[in-house]
């Protein structure tokens, strides 16, 4: 069983950046895929970010040139960089995480993801 929570959300303005982390507890964190995802009022749950296993990192063409994933093996973390934030990325964050050694080609999958954290709410302010 994986534990995963995230952190690190916030009220901000137009412009402005934030750091959320998810950190894991439980399972082979070394062998499994996180992603982030995202919720906004009305809308449908997103991929934004994931980080395989073996270090690869996706980023959604969506917030592509904005926002950073990194891992930390060491520290079991997932960390998302969020840049020159605007009011459409209002929304709750989730990080989720598959089983063990699961392939690259299903980093986007949300089906794939079979524990999730909380969510984080991060509010930007036009």
């Known amino acids: 069983q994986v534990h995963l929570v995230e952190s690190g959300g916030g009220l901000v303005h137009t412009g402005d950046s934030l750091r959320l982390s998810c950190a894991a507890s439980g399972g082979s964190f070394g062998s499994t895929a996180i992603g982030w995802f995202r919720q906004a009022p009305g809308k449908e749950r997103a991929f934004v970010a994931g980080?395989?296993?073996?270090?690869?990192?996706y980023v959604s063409d969506s917030v592509k040139g904005r926002f950073l994933i990194s891992r930390d093996n060491a520290k079991n973390t997932v960390n998302l960089e969020l840049n020159n934030l605007q009011p459409e990325d209002t929304a709750v964050y989730y990080c989720?995480?598959?089983?063990?050694?699961?392939?690259?080609?299903?980093?986007?999958?949300?089906?794939?993801?079979?524990?999730w954290g909380q969510g984080t709410q991060v509010t930007v302010s036009s």
């Open positions: 989720a995480a598959q089983r063990p050694n699961e392939p690259w080609r299903w980093i986007r999958v949300a089906s794939k993801y079979y524990y």
């Open positions: 980080s395989h296993w073996d270090m690869d990192t």
